[in-house]
C-alpha cells in the first residue's frame, strides 16, 4: 500500500505535513458515502420472470438476462444492482447464507448465459474461480473498497449505469482475460489453492491489509489501506527467497513483494507498467525501500514520474515460488494469515470478463 510522501524526514516538525498528505490522499480518492443494505436474511433474491414488469426502455436491448450475484456488505452494491434492473436484469443472488462460488456453481448447473457480479474484489475472485475455463462470461458492477480488478479493466467506478451497461454486454464484448492462482504453505496446514485476479502480497503490505478494519474501510474506503501501511513504512525489512522460472533461486531483504496478474495497485499506482490482463505473464516486484525518503521514489516510479532502482525491483516469468519465516500473505485484499512458502503462476486467457479493450 503505497502514497506519496517524498517530503516526509520523519522529524517531529514534519509529521503534521504527513498526516496532511495521508488525509489528502484518501481525500482525493476516496469519497465515503453510505448505501443502504438488503436485508441480512436475503440470501438468494430473485424475482420470477411472471412477475417482472420491464422498465421503459430498460430491456428492450437485453436479449438474455444473466444470473447477478450480489454482496450485500459492499459499499455501493444496491445501487449497483439498481442500475442492473433499470437494464433488465432480474434474477438477483445475494451472498449472505450462500457464497458466491455456491451462487456461481448453480448458476453454470442451470445453464446461464452470462454471470454479473456486483461487489468487491473478494467476491468477484470467488465467482471468477468457479467461471475459469468455461464459455460463460462474467460482468463486474465494482461496488467494493479498493476495485483493483476493476481499474485494472478500466471499468468505470463512479457511474454504476456505465458498469451495468458493460457488465450486461450492452457496451462491450467478453474478452479473453488471465487469472493468477497460488497456492500457499503455512505450518501445520495442509497447502490451500486460491486463484487472483490481481495481486498476492507477502510482507508488511499484508499486514496493512490485515489492520484496515471492515469498519474502518466502510469508513474510508482504500484510504484505510493507506492509513495502515504508513504506520508501517519505516518497518524492518523481510527475508524472502525467491525462484522465478528455471532461474537460480535469489534472496533479496523487502518490505513486500508483489506476485502480479495485473499492475495497478491502491490509489492506481503501477507497481509494474506495461502489463495488460491478456498477457499470460506474471510480474514480480520487490518493494525494498531502506530509507523513509525511498518511499517518494517508489510512489513517483508507480505515476510514471521517475525511476526507483535499488528500491523497486521487477521481473516478468511464468511461475515463481516464494519463501520466507512465517510471512505475513494477502490475495486481492483478502489477509490470509502468515505462510512460510507460495507457489503462484498465471493461467492464461481462463476468464471470459466484459470489459473495454486495448492495452493499458
Given at each position: 500500500?503505497?502514497?506519496?510522501?517524498s517530503?516526509?524526514?520523519?522529524?517531529?516538525?514534519?509529521?503534521?505535513?504527513?498526516?496532511?498528505?495521508?488525509?489528502?490522499?484518501?481525500l482525493?480518492?476516496?469519497?465515503?458515502?453510505?448505501?443502504?443494505?438488503p436485508?441480512?436474511?436475503?440470501?438468494s433474491t430473485?424475482?420470477?420472470?411472471?412477475r417482472?414488469?420491464?422498465?421503459?426502455?430498460?430491456?428492450?436491448?437485453?436479449?438474455?438476462?444473466?444470473?447477478?450475484?450480489?454482496?450485500?456488505?459492499?459499499?455501493?452494491?444496491?445501487?449497483?444492482?439498481?442500475?442492473?434492473?433499470?437494464?433488465?436484469?432480474?434474477?438477483?443472488?445475494?451472498?449472505?447464507?450462500?457464497?458466491?462460488?455456491?451462487?456461481?456453481?448453480d448458476a453454470l448447473?442451470?445453464?446461464?448465459?452470462?454471470?454479473?457480479?456486483?461487489?468487491?474484489?473478494?467476491?468477484?475472485?470467488?465467482v471468477?474461480d468457479?467461471?475459469?475455463?468455461?464459455?460463460?462470461?462474467?460482468?463486474?458492477?465494482?461496488?467494493?473498497?479498493?476495485?483493483?480488478?476493476?481499474?485494472?479493466?478500466?471499468?468505470?467506478?463512479?457511474?454504476?449505469?456505465?458498469?451495468?451497461?458493460?457488465?450486461?454486454?450492452?457496451?462491450a464484448?467478453a474478452?479473453?482475460t488471465?487469472?493468477g492462482?497460488?497456492?500457499?504453505?503455512a505450518?501445520?496446514?495442509?497447502?490451500?489453492a486460491h486463484?487472483f485476479?490481481?495481486?498476492?502480497?507477502?510482507?508488511?503490505?499484508?499486514?496493512?491489509?490485515?489492520?484496515?478494519?471492515?469498519?474502518?474501510?466502510?469508513?474510508?474506503?482504500?484510504?484505510?489501506?493507506?492509513?495502515?501501511?504508513?504506520?508501517?513504512?519505516?518497518?524492518?525489512?523481510?527475508?524472502?527467497?525467491?525462484?522465478?522460472?528455471?532461474?537460480?533461486?535469489?534472496?533479496t531483504?523487502?518490505?513486500?513483494?508483489?506476485?502480479?496478474?495485473?499492475?495497478?495497485?491502491?490509489?492506481?499506482?503501477?507497481?509494474?507498467?506495461?502489463?495488460?490482463?491478456?498477457?499470460?505473464?506474471?510480474?514480480?516486484?520487490?518493494?525494498s525501500?531502506?530509507?523513509?525518503?525511498?518511499?517518494?521514489?517508489i510512489?513517483?516510479?508507480?505515476?510514471?514520474?521517475?525511476?526507483?532502482?535499488?528500491?523497486?525491483s521487477?521481473?516478468?516469468?511464468h511461475?515463481?515460488?516464494?519463501?520466507?519465516?512465517?510471512?505475513?500473505?494477502?490475495?486481492?485484499?483478502?489477509?490470509?494469515?502468515r505462510?512460510v512458502?507460495?507457489?503462484?503462476?498465471?493461467?492464461?486467457?481462463?476468464?471470459?470478463?466484459?470489459?473495454?479493450?486495448?492495452?493499458?
Amino acid at each position: 500500500m503505497i502514497c506519496a510522501l517524498s517530503g516526509w524526514s520523519g522529524s517531529a516538525a514534519g509529521r503534521p505535513a504527513v498526516t496532511a498528505m495521508v488525509a489528502g490522499c484518501w481525500l482525493a480518492w476516496v469519497t465515503p458515502l453510505r448505501y443502504a443494505l438488503p436485508p441480512a436474511r436475503a440470501a438468494s433474491t430473485r424475482l420470477p420472470a411472471a412477475r417482472w414488469t420491464p422498465p421503459p426502455g430498460g430491456a428492450a436491448s437485453l436479449t438474455r438476462v444473466p444470473v447477478v450475484i450480489a454482496n450485500p456488505i459492499a459499499r455501493a452494491s444496491m445501487r449497483g444492482v439498481r442500475a442492473l434492473e433499470a437494464h433488465g436484469a432480474r434474477d438477483v443472488r445475494w451472498t449472505g447464507e450462500r457464497r458466491a462460488t455456491e451462487h456461481a456453481q448453480d448458476a453454470l448447473a442451470e445453464g446461464a448465459d452470462a454471470v454479473v457480479v456486483v461487489g468487491g474484489d473478494g467476491t468477484i475472485r470467488d465467482v471468477a474461480d468457479v467461471l475459469a475455463g468455461t464459455s460463460v462470461p462474467m460482468g463486474v458492477v465494482p461496488a467494493g473498497t479498493a476495485n483493483l480488478f476493476a481499474r485494472n479493466l478500466d471499468l468505470p467506478l463512479r457511474s454504476a449505469d456505465a458498469a451495468a451497461r458493460i457488465a450486461l454486454g450492452l457496451d462491450a464484448a467478453a474478452l479473453p482475460t488471465d487469472l493468477g492462482r497460488v497456492v500457499l504453505h503455512a505450518e501445520g496446514r495442509d497447502a490451500a489453492a486460491h486463484a487472483f485476479l490481481v495481486v498476492v502480497g507477502i510482507g508488511h503490505d499484508a499486514t496493512a491489509v490485515e489492520a484496515a478494519s471492515l469498519a474502518r474501510k466502510r469508513r474510508l474506503g482504500w484510504g484505510a489501506y493507506v492509513l495502515s501501511g504508513v504506520r508501517r513504512f519505516a518497518a524492518p525489512l523481510h527475508a524472502v527467497r525467491a525462484r522465478l522460472d528455471d532461474e537460480p533461486p535469489m534472496r533479496t531483504q523487502a518490505w513486500t513483494v508483489l506476485v502480479h496478474n495485473t499492475a495497478r495497485i491502491t490509489l492506481g499506482l503501477r507497481v509494474v507498467p506495461g502489463t495488460r490482463p491478456d498477457d499470460g505473464l506474471l510480474h514480480l516486484a520487490a518493494v525494498s525501500p531502506r530509507r523513509i525518503l525511498h518511499w517518494g521514489r517508489i510512489a513517483a516510479s508507480g505515476m510514471g514520474l521517475a525511476r526507483a532502482e535499488g528500491v523497486l525491483s521487477h521481473r516478468t516469468g511464468h511461475r515463481v515460488r516464494l519463501e520466507a519465516d512465517r510471512i505475513p500473505v494477502q490475495v486481492d485484499g483478502d489477509a490470509l494469515g502468515r505462510i512460510v512458502a507460495l507457489e503462484a503462476w498465471i493461467d492464461p486467457g481462463a476468464l471470459l470478463v466484459r470489459r473495454p479493450g486495448g492495452e493499458r
